[in-house]
């Protein structure tokens, strides 16, 4: 199978410096701003970090799985798409496959990761959580001033 063998890794390298490849730079950057923008959406309204709920919270999987995939999942197709049509004129044919693979590692992957870390540090932001939300740092003088 392709996907396993050696010929994989060593078309992975015409394919990083082949026609397109700035892809691999352009494609993960956009799947950080992507989770960026998530992240600070789900700390807004209070859900728990995306990784963190999918690995620890088996009751939530389902519903986290749909939030990522409706968050990235075009992204993710037009890679895998981009890598398939790329693979064409650098390979002489097209491997489903692995277009599949480096589709969803190139956006999938940075973004969840991403996803997660962005919601956490936007959760410790005052400004960032809901209006309803206070702040429960204590005052820091008489006046709440230091």
């Known amino acids: 199978m392709y996907l396993f ?31 960026v923008r998530d992240g600070v959406h789900d700390a807004r309204s209070g859900e728990p970090p995306f990784i963190y709920d999918i690995v620890m919270v088996p009751a939530d999987r389902k519903r986290q799985a749909s939030r ?6 075009k992204a993710v197709i037009f890679a895998t798409v981009l890598d ?12 489903p496959g692995a277009a599949i693979v480096v589709g969803a590692g190139m956006m999938g992957l940075p973004y969840a990761l991403v996803r997660g870390i962005a919601n956490r540090i936007a959760s410790r932001v005052p400004s960032v959580r809901l209006s309803g939300q206070k702040d429960q ?6 006046n709440g001033r230091d």
């Open 5 to 35: 063998s050696a010929d994989f890794w060593t078309d992975m390298g015409l394919r990083l410096t082949g026609p397109a490849a700035l892809r691999f730079v352009i494609q993960p950057i956009l799947a950080v701003l992507f989770g």
């Open 68 to 73: 990522g995939w409706a968050g990235i999942g």
């Open 84 to 95: 398939a049509v790329i693979q064409y004129p650098i390979l002489g044919q097209v491997y």
């Open 137 to 142: 740092s204590p005052p820091r003088g008489e």
